[in-house]
């Protein structure tokens, strides 16, 4: 059987392929599109793609032998499931694997905005150090504030469990009770408006949904505090960035850290220019132990599903229901 990866991931995911099966690889250093997505799956198997890659209706639909699709991320809303799934195909994301990592890079964005440090590496750089003083570069204390969590599934869950050095007063909300952060960490569940009202800190961890597009918009920077410091390591389009573009300008809120934004890879031009706000190429799940580890996850799901199995991260398993009425 044939597999086409969209882009050249860690080794170990490529050679563990390689052995069952005839791999081919984007051959560019870059984010194909989806003409060259549609031609790459000519007479394949199995499709191994990034969230970078539009899988739309047209892409699932290009080619008959497609049976398994393998995504390397864990967020798949670059993918239409209901389009894969009328076509019998199963889905594959890599929960797990990146959730420490990514709840790490949400708090290196923390502190990064509160003690303002990407400014402070710029100032230093330049040759502004001119000694300490009172009153240079203040931030702000992380200790002992209320951290608010939007969304706590693995990811949001892991980030405010990291929390506990620093012993803060959690909010939350989730559709459901999050019985480990209110045993553990005393966590309250609250609405949005109350967790936006009341944290000093508010990190973002739900996936992109037609309910989650513009969660956060121009009313609810305006419920957040003058202090208020946003997080966002989810997706972009969470976020209106054209009213966090103006939240930031007008200093509504203290500052922000994206590590995702609306329309990647484009940024605002305004968030260019921002010194209260930190930006990072989307690297939630950047760390070479965590790359490898969604690798290997990827292509055992494309295994296990090529060979007719469940695989084990499929997200779409009412494939694999049987309904002998229809
Ligand atoms: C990264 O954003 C992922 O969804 O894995
Ligand atoms: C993503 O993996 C999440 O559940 O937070």
Redesign the pocket.
Known sequence: MKIFVTRKIPEPGLDALKKEFSVEVNPFDRILTKEEIIKGLKGKDGLLCL?TDPIDNDVINAEPHLKMIA??????DNIDIAAATKRGIPVS??PGV?TET?AELAWALLFSVTRRIVEGDTFTREGNFKGWAPMLMLGQDVSHKTLGVIGTGRIGTTFALKSKGFHMHVLYTDEQTNEQLERELGAKKVTLTTLLKESDFISIHVPLTKQTHHLIDEKELHQMKKTAVLIN???GPIINEKALVRALTEQWIFGAGL??YEKEPEISEELHRLKNVVLQP?T??GTIETRTK?ALMAAENMMIGLKGGIPPNCVNTEVFQKNPTT
């Open positions: 969230l995504s390397y991320a864990v967020g798949y994301n890599t990146l990514t390591t989810a997706r590590d995702v989307h939630g799940s969604m």
